[in-house]
């Protein structure tokens, strides 16, 4: 389905499992797409309502060219606009990288909506370690000559990446056509605004403290840049649990699905 937001963007949707089940929300990161969940949707989808959608200036979402249609609170909102098109309640919601920063805005405007949360290979913050003169580079590229010239610099430079990453990028067929893919269905607008945004946004690592349902974090053990954040996440959210997948980096759906899922499930069940 296509949901439309208060500002006319149309969001790329996609629903699996009974209506009456409880609702869980997938939230991908930034150059993520909805699909980046796909391989687990119909186990998930046993006992939930299962959403997952393209963020706008995402995969087949709309994407505005202008700088103004883009920011965290603005994707925090466009999710809460999912919840509410596809019906979702006791509600259970994931968020990804980018994804977790904008299902914590989420939570926090929302709490009377949320039952649980998962955050995955995120942080409370600004993620650590980008050095903001690179971040600018970066931008300047992507400004002069799209998407496609700062594709050279990110292989290169390759911050989120791992061995396990290279791994499944080696082994699984058409895993590295679906990487170009959701590379290229970035706007570039939307890359530099977002990437701003991150960077500038306010720690809110203290305003977690207050959140009151359970909480899971899941990192790959090989997530250099998120391993930190996250412990500090689960060490604020009052008796969250952490759990480190092993053989995995920042995708760790992925990169070791039956440890992800397996995680997953067990999580949920006991909710």
Do not use: C
Request: net charge negative.
């Amino acid at each position: 389905m296509r949901v439309i937001t208060d500002d006319g963007v149309g969001l790329a949707t996609v629903v699996a499992g009974s209506a009456h089940a409880p609702g869980l929300l997938l939230v991908h990161g930034i150059g993520g797409a909805k699909e980046d969940f796909a391989d687990h949707i119909d186990a998930l989808a046993k006992n939930h309502r299962v959403v997952a959608f393209d963020h706008r200036g995402h995969g087949e979402s709309d994407a505005p060219d202008h700088a103004a249609a883009y920011s965290l609170d603005r994707l925090a909102a466009d999710a809460a606009t999912v919840v509410t098109a596809t019906g979702l309640r006791d509600l259970r919601v994931l968020g990804h990288s980018m994804g977790g920063m904008v299902v914590r805005r989420l939570a926090l405007a929302h709490p009377e909506w949320i039952r649980a949360l998962v955050f995955m290979d995120t942080s409370a913050g600004p993620p650590p370690g980008f050095d903001p003169e690179l971040v600018a580079a970066g931008i300047g590229v992507v400004q002069s000559g799209g998407m496609g010239a700062l594709k050279a610099l990110s292989d290169e430079l390759d911050l989120l990446g791992s061995a396990a990453n290279q791994r499944v990028l080696a082994e699984r067929p058409g895993f590295r056509e679906y990487s170009e893919y959701k590379w290229h269905a970035q706007s570039p607008v939307m890359w530099a605004s977002m990437v701003r945004d991150m960077l500038d946004q306010p720690d809110q690592l203290a305003a977690l403290r207050s959140v009151a349902v359970p909480t899971l974090g899941i990192v790959g053990d090989e997530d250099a840049t998120f391993l930190g954040p996250m412990h500090d996440i689960v060490a604020t959210v009052p008796a969250a649990e952490l759990v480190v997948i092993p053989q995995a980096g920042h995708s760790p759906q992925f990169e070791n699905p039956p440890a992800w899922l397996a995680a997953m499930e067990a999580f949920l069940v006991g909710i």
